[in-house]
């Protein structure tokens, strides 16, 4: 069973940093893209930015220049920077995998963790 685990988020003020993990455990036959969406409260939920299998990158509007995603293939794992840290992005960020599951399906399908709370307030 895929899990995938998210940490690092908590209280910073405006004009801080953070960075989230995302830890995977258990087997993705392939993986296509490993990415992060938030949610606010009365919001839908956005893509914030992911990595493709190649390594392109894609961001938001709304955090280019201010978050990086990052991976580490060997450790399954997948991090978010977060800098300039503004009250609006005050969220539930959540770590998403899009792959395969099986060698023998072609077919993609979504991993979610249960999200990080990530709170910027004075």
């Known amino acids: 069973q895929v899990q995938l685990v998210e940490s690092g988020g908590g209280l910073v003020q405006p004009g801080g940093s953070l960075t989230l993990s995302c830890a995977r455990s258990?087997?993705?036959?392939?993986?296509?893209?490993m990415g992060w969406y938030r949610q606010a409260p009365g919001k839908q939920r956005e893509l914030v930015g992911a990595?493709?299998?190649?390594?392109?990158?894609n961001y938001a509007d709304s955090v280019k220049g201010r978050f990086t995603i990052s991976r580490d293939n060997a450790k399954n794992t997948v991090w978010l920077q977060m800098n300039s840290l503004k009250p609006e992005d005050t969220a539930v960020y959540y770590c998403?995998?899009?792959?395969?599951?099986?060698?023998?399906?072609?077919?993609?399908?979504?991993?979610w963790g249960q999200g990080t709370q990530v709170t910027v307030s004075s």
């Open positions: 258990g087997s993705i036959f392939s993986i296509n893209a």
């Open positions: 990595i493709t299998s190649g390594g392109n990158t």
């Open positions: 998403n995998v899009k792959g395969r599951t099986y060698w023998y399906s072609n077919d993609q399908d979504d991993y």
